[in-house]
């Protein structure tokens, strides 16, 4: 299959900001979509500046319709939609699962629901393919690519840290709630994100609004024990913001101590380096220029959407 063709991809909404980086890619992708748009099927609705090569598809006609790849992301769709959504034929395409997170009951040992040597397997980080046992099943990792906001730069002249994460009272000790807390109490910290309120937090910030919301912080926190690699701490990472956060997952392998933030498994040394920034606004400035070249190196849009299209166009072939 010609390279440059421009594939016709099955996908669900999952996760918003992920989807919209994906679909910079040069293909047309259609939402599985089912009325009132609930989780999981909500097709182009939010305010995201969705391009013209995305489209939806009511979950009730998908099996009329002709695609070239179906791209899972979640295990309710594997489990469910590609059995009872898709016709026989469609499962039969050329398939990709994507995964977002590293496993959830057991750190080292969890085996991964997609056990079909024929679907191709894409994890988002190094170590949440590292964490997964996927059998026979081949594995690719692509790495996050980010766009933000024309124009939108850290400035930092807040005396705070700012913290980025949705629910965060209800999701306990994997997403650092405890941690946060104990944080909070030492260093001024704003909290943003869905029901922030009840974790005594601000609120949830737009999509589009949050990149220049959180550049005028001192610095980005990461509490968060066991996850993927946020996309928030990349994006905060693109306009120039330093990085503090447990060394643990793969965001110890973004940040280095010392050039672009800190991380540590001690939480005091982690309150104690926030202290600093926000007492000297050039080292956090410094910090954060460092954090800025390591993303555009790293985590380019460009780089990103070429991944996509390279691995759609493989298993297309």
Request: hydrophobic fraction near 40%; include cysteine.
């Amino acid at each position: 299959m010609p390279r440059n063709r421009r594939l016709r991809v099955l996908t669900w909404h999952v996760h918003g900001n992920y989807l919209y980086y994906l679909t910079q890619a040069q293909h047309d992708f259609w939402l599985v979509t089912r009325p009132g748009h609930p989780p999981g099927y909500a097709g182009r609705s939010g305010v995201l500046p969705w391009g013209n090569n995305v489209h939806e598809v009511d979950a009730a006609v998908v099996a009329q319709r002709d695609f070239d790849v179906v791209l899972y992301q979640h295990r309710e769709h594997w489990e469910h939609d590609r059995l009872m959504v898709l016709s026989e034929a469609q499962r039969k395409l050329p398939s990709v699962y994507l995964e977002h997170d590293p496993p959830q009951n057991n750190p080292f040992a969890e085996r991964h629901w997609v056990t079909d040597p024929a679907t191709l397997l894409v994890h988002v980080t190094h170590f949440n393919r590292l964490m997964w046992d996927c059998d026979a099943v081949p594995t690719r990792v692509i790495e996050h690519g980010v766009l933000v906001p024309e124009g939108v730069r850290y400035s930092g002249e807040l005396e705070r840290g700012v913290v980025v994460i949705n629910n965060l009272a209800t999701r306990g000790r994997r997403l650092g709630a405890d941690i946060y807390a104990s944080a909070a109490g030492r260093v001024p910290l704003d909290l943003v994100g869905m029901n922030a309120q009840q974790a005594g937090g601000l609120g949830e910030i737009g999509n589009l609004d949050l990149a220049a919301f959180t550049a005028r912080y001192r610095f980005f926190f990461n509490p968060i024990r066991w996850t993927s690699l946020g996309l928030a701490i990349i994006e905060a990472m693109t306009i120039g913001m330093p990085i503090i956060g447990l060394a643990t997952t793969e965001l110890s392998t973004v940040i280095a101590d010392g050039e672009n933030g800190y991380v540590a498994t001690d939480v005091d040394s982690l309150v104690e380096r926030m202290r600093a920034l926000l007492a000297d606004p050039s080292e956090a400035r410094r910090l954060g220029q460092n954090a800025r070249r390591t993303a555009l190196e790293r985590f380019g849009i460009e780089r990103f959407a070429r991944d996509w299209h390279d691995l759609l166009c493989e298993v297309a072939m």
